[in-house]
Nanobody, 119 residues
Framework: QVQLVESGGGSVQAGGSLRLSCVSS????????MGWFRQAPAKQREMVAA???????NYADSVKGRFTISRDNAKNTVYLQLTNLKPEDAAVYYC?????????????WGQGTQVTVSS
């Protein structure tokens, strides 16, 4: 059973920065692909960034060059550094842990943390 807890959300002005953290309760954190998703009001949930167990990263085109995902396996934590925030970045940001074990997929979600960006 994996439990994810996000923190670091808040309210910032456009151009500002935030650092989101997601801490996992599991002891096999290092084998999971970790990702950040976001969902704005009246919008679909979208993948923002992901990082594999080997450190490979992927980003949504809308955040490339502005957001950085990283992980610290010793701390069971994945981070998302958000810089040069734009109003359209405002959303609830969710942490996800994902892995395959044979043919079975294991997926866990955090409760989310709110990011608000004012112009």
């Amino acid at each position: 059973q994996v439990q994810l807890v996000e923190s670091g959300g808040g309210s910032v002005q456009a151009g500002g920065s935030l650092r989101l953290s997601c801490v996992s309760s599991g002891n096999i954190f290092s084998v999971y692909t970790m990702g950040w998703f976001r969902q704005a009001p009246a919008k679909q949930r979208e993948m923002v960034a992901a990082i594999s167990s080997g450190g490979s990263t992927n980003y949504a085109d809308s955040v490339k060059g502005r957001f950085t995902i990283s992980r610290d396996n010793a701390k069971n934590t994945v981070y998302l550094q958000l810089t040069n925030l734009k109003p359209e970045d405002a959303a609830v940001y969710y942490c996800r842990a994902d892995r395959w074990s044979g043919s079975i997929r294991w997926e866990y979600w955090g409760q989310g943390t709110q990011v608000t960006v004012s112009s």
